[in-house]
């Protein structure tokens, strides 16, 4: 169902800052969305407010046109499922399955068929019989997703349920609530605060900081295209290399970019944000994937050594002193270079990101 | 594990070994005085080897109503940790969940309640009572509504601050879940929570019931005839001329005998309720 | 921004705002019976006790005139409040020590205990768990100078027989050994239970740099053990401030007001003498001091634990 979140506010009596800062989203009906960020940001009191958990100051929540601000949890048609807890402890796998099922009064011979087709579709059917103590942890997490389908909420909520697994099981889960969301067609909405993650599970993305929301996108907006530098920065791992500069007009009517240490002149698509910028500091950003190693210095190259290699597998991520910077780069393995060796890093204009230093905004994505 | 040298360990045995004998000895020497009949209670040098005998309990049980105060110590002290329950697990319950802006102003003035000598409260309470018999011809004195009312004083905080550790050892997503998945907040605490939490009541209950069960001075102003406890008896049995010892220490067993098998169903959770809670 | 969305608040029903002020104070639904209850028990009788210090009340008469601070100055001029009061520092200080020092050494010694080292810790508690008035009692009996254990005992040995308890120059210190001897097992809990929770690598790491035991408890062990040892202080403090129930049984203050305690004293001035106003001026007074001194020991106390 569509979820509407209108001028949402949330204060916590010991802070003054807003926790969540008179927010404004839509999520549309069968959309999986994903909301990103720090811990602190607001993303789990934002989810924590749909599900009713918290009590927002102002502002409304519908689902599918119906508004359940002010209704208490149960009666919300939503599930949810939590990074710190999984299966009540006093019941065995069955009658955590059960038990949203008691809540609402359902014959007998109707819970057990329920709780047995919920549980094949999480893989668990196996387990009915064992206690807490007998699963592991992604079995236990496995119950926790079986608990909050077993009622056909309307709408999925889930707090960072993976964050307390391994790394294997985190992946392999990650899988299954994208095929559930798949076979199920229902709205998720999903917090993380692994950019990854997000990345690998959203329809949609809610970058979040602050109590604010930063951008709204697909995977590919936020990551290509960010509105501002904290979504560049937060977004990408390796995170996104930048720097502060300042921007001048040539004489040809384009712009150069000084830089510490170096310039670069800045491609035609910046122009028009560039117009409005004029002796105003800016943030000059790219992406280590989007540094290559060339043979021989030239335009918009800058020289220097590598310091530093990391590896990752396929690829290598390799730190490199330019200009008294630090720039990391992500290159193949195979053409990968010693620490030590000199080298020209090229900085190709089509995938340079400019904000402007002072609203952090990006001169590219947030004309408007 | 810490590889402690062998003199050392034997000399850790031998002082502790002293040490328990200096706490059992004096235990079991004066707790076998109740078993010993009257001619014997004061033979010096002490009698070790008789045939014991049961009749100081039944003395102390029946002629002198010892059953009586018995039942007296077990409804006052059942009902005043279950009334402390009742009133503090709710509160310890909130005080452990929910963020408002008091909390923690209000658990350091419960354990500042700790500090208050029962002389401070035990005063007022004896006047209080007196006035509202005289006033308005409503008796608390040497009632057990009384006794169970003036016990808070110590229970209640005590329950309070023990509830709330172990409540705060539960995730509160515990019954959030439950109360996304259709339950209220009662519902959850009922249906989750309490079958959770419910060794820590007892835990709790057991040791607020020791208390209570040991309790003297409160008794000792507020009590009187109709509601005297175990405890206050004891001291009745010094009379000014002579000290009937073994029906003295046959009362010092019935205070003393449940007692010690509660603490060895408790050992582990004694520290908790010892130390108010202040160490977490 | 504030201004903005109370406004919105305004257009709202009334059951809705019920909700939300249910919700933000939902906390009070649980705490107030407690509290209520509290407030009754423990903060409604001082108040009370404080108002009859300011006048002469006595339990046979029915007049009561205001004398102001009449009854407090009449306590503090009074020579056996004093001598209590300085008894109950005695208390205070020895049998706090006293206690302290025999539980830490038990709680260090029982680490270096292995077989049967569950049953020595329940011997060794087994006085905590005994009601003061059951170990005042008993105590009586080891040390009745004609037939008790201890004279017996000590008969063994060829010393003569001792009065302990009716002698001026001993009684108090014999209660105050028995006193340690039950509540030593507290700080014997408190520091084993503070001693488990410590992080073992500082004192691995100690161990391997080759330093010596003695240094590791003195430089690791007792600065650790800190905020634990406050606690064991403070409450064993407050209670040895209170005493009461086995002086009652074994002394009742004598001889000679040796061994007489504030508890003891205000307890006989309200009901023996009938003296309730004097009583309640010294019982505030007593309050106010123990106040004193678990603040001073509080804030030490707060400084690096997190209470609450």
Known sequence: MKVVLQDLVKRFANSDRAAVNKINLVIEEGELAVLLGPSGCGKTTTLRMIAGLEQPDSGRITIAERDITDLAPKDRRVAMVFQNFSMYPTMNVYDNIAFPLHAVKMKRGEIDRTVREVAALVNIDHLLGRSVRQVSGGEAQRVALARAMVRRPEVFLMDEPLSNLDAKLRVQLRTEIKRLHQDTGTTFIFVTHDQEEAMTLGDKIIVMNNGDIQQVGSPHEVFFAPKNAFVANFVGTPSMNMLPGAVSGDNGGGYRLQLPGFELSLPARFHDGLARMAGKGVIWGIRPEAIRLVAEAGENTVSGEVELVEALGSRDLIFVRAAEQLFGVIVDAQESVAVGAPCHLHFAGGQMHLFDAESERSLLNDCG | ?280 | MSKSYRSDNSNRSFSTRLYQLTQRQRHWFFIAPALIILLLVVIYPIIFSTGVSLFRVTFASQSRPFVGLQNFERMLGNDDFIQSALNTLYYVVFSVSGSFLLGFAVALLIRRVTAGKELLRLILIIPITMAPIVVGLMWNWMLDPLFGLVNWFLGLLGIPGQTMLAQASTARLTVVLVDIWQWYPLVFLIIEAGMATLPRAPFESARLEGVSSWMIFRRLTLPMLRPVILVALLLRTVDAFRTFDIVRVMTDGGPHLTTETLSLYLYRTAFTFSKLSRAAAGSILMLLFIGLISALMFRYLYRDVEVG
Do not use: C, H
Not at chain 2, 123 to 137: D, I, K, Q, T, V
Not at chain 2, 158 to 169: D, K, N, S
């Open chain 2, 1 to 280: 594990m810490m590889r402690v040298p062998t003199s050392e360990r034997v000399l850790a045995y031998v002082i502790l070994i002293v040490m328990a004998i200096l706490v059992i000895a004096p235990v079991l020497a004066g707790s076998i005085t109740a078993f010993k009949p009257q001619i014997i209670w004061v033979s010096s040098p002490p009698t070790w080897i008789f045939e014991p005998t049961l009749e100081n309990f039944e003395f102390v049980f029946f002629t002198r109503k010892g059953w009586v105060y018995l039942r007296n110590s077990l409804i006052i002290s059942v009902g005043s940790v279950a009334i402390a329950l009742l009133l503090g697990v709710p509160a310890a319950y909130a005080f452990a969940r929910f963020r408002f802006r008091s909390s923690k102003a209000l658990m350091q003035w419960l354990i500042s309640l700790r500090m208050i000598p029962p002389i401070v409260v035990g005063l007022p309470f004896y006047a209080m009572f007196l006035y509202l018999e005289r006033g308005l011809g409503i008796g608390l004195r040497d009632t057990f509504p009384g006794l169970i009312i003036t016990y808070q004083t110590f229970l209640l905080p005590l329950v309070i601050w023990m509830m709330r550790g172990y409540f705060a050892e539960l995730p509160a997503a515990m019954e959030e879940s439950a109360m996304v998945e259709g339950y209220t907040r009662l519902g959850a605490l009922w249906r989750v929570v309490l079958p959770v939490v419910w060794p820590g009541i007892v835990a709790t209950a057991i040791l607020n019931f020791i208390f209570a069960w040991n309790e003297f001075f409160l008794a000792l102003i507020l009590a009187g005839n109709r509601t005297s406890t175990l405890p206050m008896t004891a001291g009745t049995y010094i009379v000014r001329t002579r000290v009937e010892w073994g029906n003295l220490f046959a009362v010092n067993l019935i205070i003393m005998v449940p007692v010690i098998l509660l603490t060895i169903a408790l050992r582990r959770q004694l520290v908790k309720g010892l130390t108010f809670g202040i160490l977490e």
